[in-house]
């Protein structure tokens, strides 16, 4: 049973005070602060292609698990909608040989936005099991610097650059339980590039998160017979502080369980998800968490993950 | 029916404190300290109650509690 077995990530040491930044654009500390959720967004430096920032994840992974060696990786994947260059060659070929990888490995991009991380998940372990593989990286590495445009107040306030490694095992510390997808491609030209530059309709990508996801995460739970009580930690994508908390409050009194945790990320696009995991997945407190990510498609996709105490003893 | 009260309850529901009877009808939602996302969750809000869509284009019309009750009358 192919699961998570373990997360690291690289968090760019240049950061852009967004405090500072809004002042530039007339918006307060507290609309920062309250609304938009993050005081810091890292950004790669100019000279960074995403597979050097999915390189140091990657390496991040090998020093935090002793026992993965390059020789056991049989895929790597990388989520990403800004590869290197321009898309061709795939960033994730170019990832195995900065990283050293076997030449038998298998390696492909997901161009998938927000949503990447959860789809990624059931893409890679499938992909893994109907291949008769044991070990995969899920690789997210999505940095909107390259595209977000510096004077747009709308999308420079937001994203934050970060990248992510998750290891897929037949050991894993968390199991991928069940799934649900979404798409709305009639939204499509709401979040897209257009001549190099990111141009969002800020109300529609809110209207669309705050009137879907939380239907969406109810109808997974129903449809596993499970209520939002028996979820310990509700970890959504970190889009923006308001729009968690419009999903949120459809939860009642749950709304604490609900991470909200981009004050020094940002929006991190695919990485959001699981730079959460990582902080919060491996201290054997939690049993049962809800993963969703939602955003550029329009794409939705949430699941739930099941902790396995005996993939913790082997890690 | 959407009704001033209607629409300062879902401001207030952003974690304003407005008052309805003190809240005047023409003073700018900016004014008000509702600021750019507070009002997309109030206009979200207002269009699943009265389910009448905005488009985009309309948005830049609403500045206050007035306009917004003439828009959905």
Redesign the interface.
Known sequence: MIGIKAIASYLPNRVIDNIAQAKMFGESEE?IK??IGAVRLPRKDDDQETSDIATLAVQALFKKCQNLKKSNVDAIVVVTQNPDGEGLPHTAAILQDKLGLPVTVAAFDVSLGCSGYVYGLFLLKGFLEASGLENGILVTADPYSKIVDSNDRLTSLLFGDASTATWLSKTPVWSLDAVLYGTDGSGSEYLKVDEGRLQM????I??FA??NVAPHIKKLLESESLSPEDIDLFCLHQG?A?ILD?IS?HFGNLTNRFVKEMKNTGNTVSSSIPLILENRGFDGKLNRILISGFGVGLSMASAIIVRNIQGERLC | MLTKEKIVEIIN?C?LSLDHQETSQDVTFKSLGV????F??V??EI??ITGKKVP?GD?AKLTNIKELLEYFS
């Open positions: 609309f309250n609304k309709n800020g109300r529609q809110f209207n705050a009137h923006s308001a419009a409050k | 529901g974690g600021d750019s996302l507070d997309f969750n206009l979200e269009e699943e985009d948005v």
